[in-house]
């Protein structure tokens, strides 16, 4: 069973950076397609950003283009979300997952992802 682990979230204020680490213990994160996923209160999972099992295919939320860049160290078992430029709507848990289906990364969408982890809270507020 892959558990995933997230970490880096916090409270920043807008116009700061946050880094996200998703890692994985006990079991290789090689042959997956990883995911990064939010949801504030009172809304739906939106996916934030989503990355093949190579790191040569990603996709990004029209709303994050340009600011939060993913990628992947496969040798350290770990995906990373970098936030830069970050905005109060920004705000929400974020959530890593991963599948073995490789393609799911190109839709992005959350039901299509088998395992989570357990969500970290990012905060953007002066």
């Known amino acids: 069973q892959l558990q995933l682990v997230e970490s880096g979230g916090g409270l920043v204020q807008p116009g700061g950076s946050l880094r996200l680490s998703c890692h994985a213990s006990?079991?290789?994160?090689?042959?997956?397609?990883i995911g990064w996923f939010r949801q504030a209160p009172g809304k739906e999972r939106e996916g934030v950003s989503c990355i093949n099992s190579s790191g040569a295919g990603t996709v990004y939320a029209d709303s994050v283009k340009g600011r939060f860049t993913i990628s992947r160290d496969n040798s350290n078992n770990t995906v990373t979300l970098r936030m830069n430029n970050l905005i109060p709507e920004d705000t929400a848990v974020y959530y890593c997952a991963a599948d073995l289906t490789d393609v799911v990364f190109r839709r992005c969408v959350g039901e299509e992802y088998d395992y989570w982890g357990q969500g970290t809270q990012v905060t953007v507020s002066s």
């Open positions: 006990r079991s290789t994160l090689d042959y997956y397609a």
